[in-house]
């Protein structure tokens, strides 16, 4: 994967670096176990991962590796300018405060900064504590910048991916060939889709071939390119056992190898810890109690949305009460949360309590595998027919949500190398629903197809 140069689409930010007097930079100074300032405490819980053998590191490499450190986390009413100065020592990187783009908000290095937290990544902890001052980071030039969300959406990336593995289509004379369409579509459509040219924005994507290379060149914002990697090694994983094919020449046989099994995501794998059963007594707790009751349950990060939740006059502070037992965690949530209509989603690296609004607004891309549910069409080569699947999931769950009916919602099918997903965007509410309208349709197949064998057997006795 190649990484290059971009131009910046804000003449500000070219201004910016020339203009140093203007700019906060918070260059590493060494290290100590926790910063003495009162107002300000980071304390590095578990040293990064050092960089792989041999393997030359970037200075944004670096970077990147340091915004994965847990750390934690006491600011109360901290300047920003003070925080940022305290993530550079901790981290041994350059921070950088962009004043130019935040004097458009009226915002300065002595702005108010309050986040509390026992333990989290700091790229969790930067989204937590900058939210509620409408700003967000970036890695550039060999830093990391803490600038507007407006000034990142015109900070674009090109990088190279190669996709030989997931655009390879066999033709009926057992030869290959490689069709990008469905896998360009699939990008565009579930990734921040108005951020493409085709809809107004400035991402770009193109395919390239040549002799034995098959790739994607994608210019976007780094947060989009995340999800861009993110989505590419959900399609994979789905194929961690099976046999895929890295074409040749157009027309050749190609190479064929098995694929290796992809890591599961921080968000996939706090979803799936929330099917745990749990014991909850909780009288009149408040509900940053039962936040931290969640962690140590469950083994994840749980945050709290302030800002929504001050939208219901509701805090941290608003008592919770339920009694239950041998419960998932999913319903222990679900219960404990409807009187104060309050929700939750899944981020990054945190499970997020937040009001149902806010839950509603927050579009979430994940990878289904469904070839048990597909049947094929045609023989040369027979096809997956999606369609009577997309058609049951979008007219039952949620109706309103998908696109067709003016939501926002959008579900795409994939099919390359045996494995047959369908990659939805949609809320963790909708998701939820549509999980469970999977499961109940695999369970009334199990159950079919035992009355089947019984009826067999009958017939045959």
């Known amino acids: 994967m190649a990484r290059f140069a971009t131009f910046w689409c804000a003449a500000g930010l070219l201004a910016s670096l020339a203009a140093v007097g203007w700019l906060a930079l918070c260059r590493a100074e060494g290290p100590s ?113 803490i600038t507007t969300k407006e000034e990142v959406e015109c900070d674009l990336d090109t990088i190279v991916y190669d996709v030989a593995d997931l655009v390879a289509l066999r033709r009926g004379d057992g030869s290959y060939d490689c069709n990008y369409e469905p896998l ?22 193109e395919p390239f071939v040549a002799d034995h290379l098959r790739v994607l060149i994608i210019k976007q914002t780094e947060h989009a390119q995340k999800k861009v990697q993110e989505l590419l090694a959900d399609l994979r994983g789905y194929r961690s056992e099976e046999k895929i094919v890295r074409p040749g020449p157009p027309g050749g046989r190609g190479d064929h190898s098995r694929a290796a099994k992809e890591p599961k995501s921080r968000a996939e794998a706090i979803h799936d810890a929330l099917d745990k059963k749990i014991d909850l007594r909780l009288e009149k707790v408040p509900l940053g109690e039962f936040a931290n009751r969640l962690e140590r349950l469950l083994g994840i990060s749980v945050l709290i949305d302030r800002e929504s939740l001050e939208s219901l006059d509701l805090s941290a502070d608003t008592p919770v009460s339920a009694e239950l037992s041998d419960i998932t965690a999913r319903s222990a949530l679900a219960i404990a949360l409807r009187p104060l209509e309050l929700g939750w ?81 949609q809320t963790w509410p909708v998701h939820e629903e549509v999980e469970e309208l999977l499961d109940q349709l695999r369970r009334a197949r199990g159950a079919s197809r035992g009355v089947e064998k019984t009826a067999l057997a009958g017939a045959s006795g």
Not at 187 to 204: A, F, Q, V, Y
């Open 33 to 145: 176990t926790a910063e003495a300032n009162p107002h300000v405490i980071i304390e590095v819980l578990r040293p990064p991962a050092a960089p792989a053998e041999g393997k030359e590191e970037s200075a944004e490499e670096k970077i990147r590796r340091a915004l994965e450190v847990r750390v934690r986390v006491e600011l109360v009413d901290a300047p920003l300018g003070e925080v940022c100065r305290a993530l550079a020592r901790r981290l041994r990187i350059n921070v950088i405060l962009d004043h130019e783009a935040l004097d458009q908000f009226d915002l300065s290095e002595h702005a108010s900064v309050t986040f509390e937290y026992p333990g989290l990544p700091v790229k969790t902890m930067l989204d937590g504590a900058l939210v509620d001052l409408d700003l967000t980071y970036t890695v550039r030039d060999e830093v990391l910048w």
């Open 184 to 205: 360009v579509r699939l990008i565009t459509k579930t990734i921040e889709p108005d951020s493409w040219t085709e809809m107004g924005g400035n991402g770009t994507v």
């Open 345 to 425: 989603v899944i981020t990054d690296d945190a499970l997020v309590i937040c009001s149902l609004d806010s839950a509603d607004e927050k579009l979430v891309v994940r990878v289904y595998n469904v070839a048990d549910l597909i049947e094929s069409i045609g023989n040369d080569p027979p096809l997956p027919d999606f369609e009577p699947l997309i058609s049951i999931l979008t007219n039952t769950v949620a109706p309103d949500t998908w696109v067709e009916m003016g939501g926002n919602g959008e579900v795409e099918p994939a099919e390359r190398g045996g494995s047959r997903v369908l990659v939805i965007m």
